[in-house]
């Protein structure tokens, strides 16, 4: 295998014209405009080709590489098996297995034309992923016409990363500033026909319009269409109002706002009222997400979630994760974070999808403190954690609670080999009991020990990209958990902090470990790419017995 090394220094021909391969490949992909490139000449970019074969004919002007093919420049990535470049007419062609990839943006394809000249281009049997708009092209042949302006031949256009619906036709023009034309369409959802039109023109760009609509059959809602209008407000906020008509069922209305507020604020609100035929109930859902983020360390978060009654879902929905869903739940968090340190105010909002919500508990609000690993003398150190909820429901009176978990450990080792300690209580004080209006309180003491070693190996060596080292490991773990028996008469049993059970266990554990060192464009990464554990646990107690 050969490999051209390409830097910033020797600006030599077969510099410029490599560097010229990578980036008008990249501009076919990118929509790099011609100025923008004449600002930031491609020639200060370090350039990478790596190839079984390169060859420069220099009567005819011609690079080739061929053979496994990989070009790198910064952010962009091609792949092929076979590349050539005609510097005297411009031609660049990339043919084989292409897949070229530039800032998120990713060309697949049989074979890519590109005029250096002319910046057009030509895609042959391939799909074209734009991350900007999340637009999705394909077709037995794609030709960049302009900066904007694509023709597709035979193909299909989507912004469904899933492809459960897309346009399909015999010829697409798309102006990806404006709008797109189709002759010979076809509507398809979940790979189903659902209408053909011989000429239909649609916006591809974030603007208002109304939406591509949705029509459908059931068996229990009869014919059904759901159409939408999209309204652009600003650059970062919009509204898009929805129909949703069912012939046997009723008629549903609803919007959906986002906004954009700045890259450390934005969310979104969507609200949809159904009204059922025959019935005077009122059926709505309300959701409301919202994320904040004042410092690097203090954030806040709000998803809600709400509905009129139990029953909507069920009722109202057709997708089966939504219809079998058991519980609703809405958060509320404000977190403010330090080194070792960590300051929670939560809220929690359940509803029982499967009956009356009367008896569910819920946190509103919960105040949590929480201490991890910090260094008190030596190898000792100290976690707790501490929290004060108060639990509420609809029916009956609810329950108070403040808990407290101190727990210090110690860290021990050398050689491969390390050992654990560790020893704690917590507190946990309610303002009511079980039976009760008398206050209660629940406390034991726990304690533990781990010991454990690694044994590994590296094998392998890294290469340009892709998995390189890989370290299997060996990790037998020897681990000791006391928790006493804990008396729980008075009470209210409200989440698993309630839930105490009796351990004087022994744990034997043998894990085996993967771990592999990955490179790409975006930089260098590790993970365990398998673990297997296998572990026996003994009932010192039961052994006793």
Avoid at 45 to 57: A, E, G, H, I, M
Avoid at 386 to 403: L, M, P, T
Avoid at 417 to 436: E, I, K
């Amino acid at each position: 295998m050969k490999r051209l090394r390409i830097s910033d220094s020797g600006l030599g021909l077969a510099k410029r014209r490599a560097t010229a391969l990578v980036a008008f490949l990249a501009l076919a992909l990118s929509g790099v405009s011609a100025q923008a490139l004449a600002e930031e000449p491609p020639k200060k970019v370090p350039v990478q080709v790596t190839s079984d074969k390169l060859d420069y004919d220099r009567a005819k002007d011609v690079y080739v590489a061929e053979g496994h093919v990989k070009i790198d420049q910064e952010a962009m990535h091609l792949e092929a098996d076979k590349v050539v470049l005609n510097n005297k007419t411009g031609e660049a062609v990339a043919e084989g297995h292409v897949y070229l990839r530039d800032k998120g943006d990713i060309i697949r394809a049989d074979k890519l034309n590109v005029n250096v000249q002319t910046k057009s281009g030509v895609i042959a049997n391939g799909d074209l992923f734009m991350a900007k708009d999340n637009y999705h092209l394909k077709g037995e042949r794609i030709e960049r016409r302009s900066e904007n302006v694509y023709h597709v031949e035979n193909g299909r256009f989507t912004t469904c990363d899933e492809e459960d619906w897309y346009l399909q036709a015999d010829v697409l023009d798309v102006d990806m500033d404006r709008y797109a034309t189709g002759n010979g369409v076809l509507f398809k959802m979940a790979g189903l026909p659902l209408f053909y039109t011989p000429y239909l023109l649609f916006p591809v760009k974030r603007q208002s319009g109304l939406m591509i609509p949705e029509p459908g059959y059931s068996s229990k809602d009869g014919f059904t269409i759901k159409n939408s209008v999209f309204w652009a407000l600003t650059d970062s906020k919009d509204i898009t109002f929805y129909s949703d008509y069912r012939a046997r069922t009723g008629h549903g209305t609803g919007l959906e706002y986002r906004y954009v507020n700045s890259r450390d604020s934005s969310g979104k609100a969507y609200y949809n009222y159904f009204n059922e035929l025959g019935s005077a109930d009122n059926r709505w859902e309300f959701t409301y997400e919202h994320k904040e983020e004042f410092a690097e360390d203090l954030s806040m978060r709000a998803d809600i979630n709400l509905v009129s009654d139990e029953f909507y879902f069920r009722d109202l929905e057709k997708k089966l994760e939504l219809r079998s869903r058991p519980y609703l739940d809405s958060n509320a968090f404000y977190v403010e974070r330090w080194d070792t340190a960590s300051l929670y105010l939560l809220g929690q909002y359940a509803i029982d999808l499967t009956q009356s919500n009367e008896k569910t508990i819920q946190k509103v609000p919960e105040l949590r403190y929480t201490i991890y690993e910090e260094a008190l003398a030596g190898p000792i150190h100290l976690n707790f954690e501490g929290s004060a909820v108060n639990f509420s429901k609809q029916e009956g009176d609810g329950v108070r609670r403040a808990s407290l978990n101190p727990q210090l450990t110690a860290a021990f080792g050398g050689g491969g080999v390390g050992f654990t300690p560790r020893v704690g209580g917590r507190a946990t004080f309610y303002d009511v009991g079980l039976n009760t209006h008398e206050p209660a309180e629940l406390k034991y003491y726990y304690a533990g020990a781990d010991l454990n070693a690694r044994f590994s190996r590296v094998y392998g060596a890294d290469n340009e990209d892709g998995i390189g080292r890989v370290r299997h490991s060996i990790e037998p773990t020897l681990s000791y958990s006391y928790v006493p028996d804990v008396e729980i008469n008075n009470i209210t049993p409200l989440d698993t902090l309630e839930d105490v059970v009796k351990q004087n266990l022994v744990t034997a554990a043998l894990t085996n470990r993967l771990t592999a060192h990955y490179k790409d464009a975006a930089g260098s990464k590790t993970y365990d790419i398998m673990v297997l554990r296998l572990s026996q646990s003994y009932d010192i107690s039961e052994m006793m017995k």
